[in-house]
Structure formats: C-alpha cells, structure tokens
C-alpha cells in the first residue's frame, strides 16, 4: 500500500471497496508548525464516472484497486470516441473525447509507449509515456545566431497543444515534450 505522497496521476485506488481513478493531485503545505503536505485528489468512480475529491496526509496510506495496463496505439476518431487498439490482441478501447482530453494534447498516430488501464475489464484511462516528440506547426521565425540559453517563444505543436521553446527552433521542427511538466525538454531524433 503507497502513501499518498507517492499517488501519481491515472492510478487506481480502492475506497470502501469502490475503485476510483485519480485525475488530478493538488499539493499543499499548511502554514505552521503542522507536519507534512497535503494532498487533494479529484478522483471518479470507475463503475458510475462519479466525481470525487479528497484531502489526504502525505503519510496515510492509500489501497491500489486491481487494475491492468495494456500496450496500445492511437488508431482512429469516430466523432467524439477515440479508439485505441491493443498491440497484442487488436483489442478495441473507446474513450469520449471529453474524458481523455489533456492527453490528446500529446497523442499522434505516431505516439509510442500508450498505455490503457482496465479497471473492472473497462478501459478507464489512458497512461502516458514521461515525454513524447511532437511537429511544430506555428512559432515566430527562428534568430540566426540565438543561443540554446536565451530567450523563448511560445510554439504550437500538431496536437494544439503550445509550449515555450528556445528562440532558435523553427517551424516544421520535431520538439521532445515533458509530459507531465508540458516543458520543452530537447530536439526530437525523428523528422
């Protein structure tokens, strides 16, 4: 059983008996003399999509429901379902446009290393690799000259999603993104 310090995005907990995914973790730390962190977790009901929120000290321990991660692509949009395929078994998992929509800001067809997590044999969430390499489509000119150090401008890449980068990167470049910090983090290996 993790504490709830070490609770990360997409993870599967138990409470009474219920499994609920956690979306969203908010950290704060009481003004004071009052011990450690705490953390808020807005989290929803796997069986009836529920909203939740709760407050947990960062060493009270947590129960992980049952869950299982499976190998998938991106492979097409029907409307507003997304479906993703099994890499193994060609299994199809749909998820609502509106559910997965913070990660569709750095899925392509090209993704690598998505993972879907199966609670209670229903796709739940889609979990997704620490960086992903997207195009830039809209940014300012690149200076000639500018250094790796120097200022940055803001780039928006395929997915729509739009980050600040280094004043030498270029349209039609491939940038490596920090998932979960959504930071520039190099240029891409692939063109």
Do not use: C
């Not at 609770?7 to 995914?21: D, F, L, R, V, W």
């Not at 803001?154 to 998932?179: D, F, M, R, W, Y």
């Amino acid at each position: 059983m993790p504490k709830a310090s070490e609770i990360k995005k997409n993870t599967a907990i138990e409470i009474n008996g219920e499994a609920y995914i956690v979306r969203d973790i908010e950290r704060s730390v009481p003004q004071g003399r009052a011990g450690g962190s705490i953390y808020r977790m807005r989290m929803y009901n796997v069986a009836t999509n529920a909203k939740v929120d709760e407050s947990y000290k960062d060493s009270e321990m947590l129960a992980l429901a049952d869950l299982t991660r499976r190998s998938v692509m991106f492979s097409y949009a029907d409307g507003d379902e997304y479906v993703f395929m099994d890499n193994e078994d060609y299994t199809p998992y749909s998820f609502n446009k509106e559910a997965i929509a913070d990660e569709l800001l750095f899925i392509t067809e090209n993704t690598k290393d998505l993972q879907v997590i199966i609670v209670n044999d229903a796709p739940v969430a889609l979990d997704l690799p620490s960086s992903v390499e997207l195009e830039i489509v809209e940014t300012d000119p690149s200076i000639k000259g500018a250094s790796a150090s120097a200022r940055s401008k803001p780039a928006v890449l395929v997915t729509g999603l739009t980050v600040q980068v280094p004043e030498h990167i270029s349209n039609g470049e491939t940038i490596k993104i920090n998932v979960e910090e959504r930071k520039f983090t190099g240029r891409g290996e692939s063109k």
